[in-house]
């Protein structure tokens, strides 16, 4: 039987892991990630590829019309099943960093503590 285990959540949003009773191997592979009312499965790496795609979104772009406005673009984040499309406000864009850095956090130190059968 599978099921969620929490992981990290903010105003925005939260993650889980998706795990089953009988295999733990699914243990780190499928995280969902539930911001408003989407539920999006990605990988740890497809997590850390979106916190890359988040930078380069808050460095903004520097042409003359994105710099008088002001304001920021859409998030297009490519995974193997599907793409990511995010139109999003500064803050917006802070809370969803802060909710994948602090599930990329929680999933490292998890692996750290059951390395040393800690967990």
Do not use: W
């Not at 993650?15 to 539920?39: E, H, R």
């Not at 490519?78 to 909710?99: A, C, G, N, Q």
């Amino acid at each position: 039987m599978l099921f969620l285990d929490p992981v990290y959540h903010n105003n925005i949003g939260a993650t889980y892991l998706i795990k089953d009773n009988f295999n733990d191997s699914l243990y780190s592979q499928k995280i969902q990630l539930l911001i408003g009312d989407v539920a999006i499965l990605l990988e740890e790496k497809e997590i850390n590829a979106l916190v890359k795609v988040i930078d380069s979104v808050k460095n903004g772009c520097s042409c003359d019309k994105c710099m008088s406005e002001g304001k920021f673009k859409q998030i297009k984040c490519d995974t193997d099943h599907f793409k990511l499309v995010f139109k999003s406000t500064k803050t917006r864009i802070t809370d969803l960093e802060d909710l994948l850095r602090g599930t990329i956090f929680e999933l490292q130190i998890n692996s750290i503590l059951s390395f040393y059968g800690i967990n």
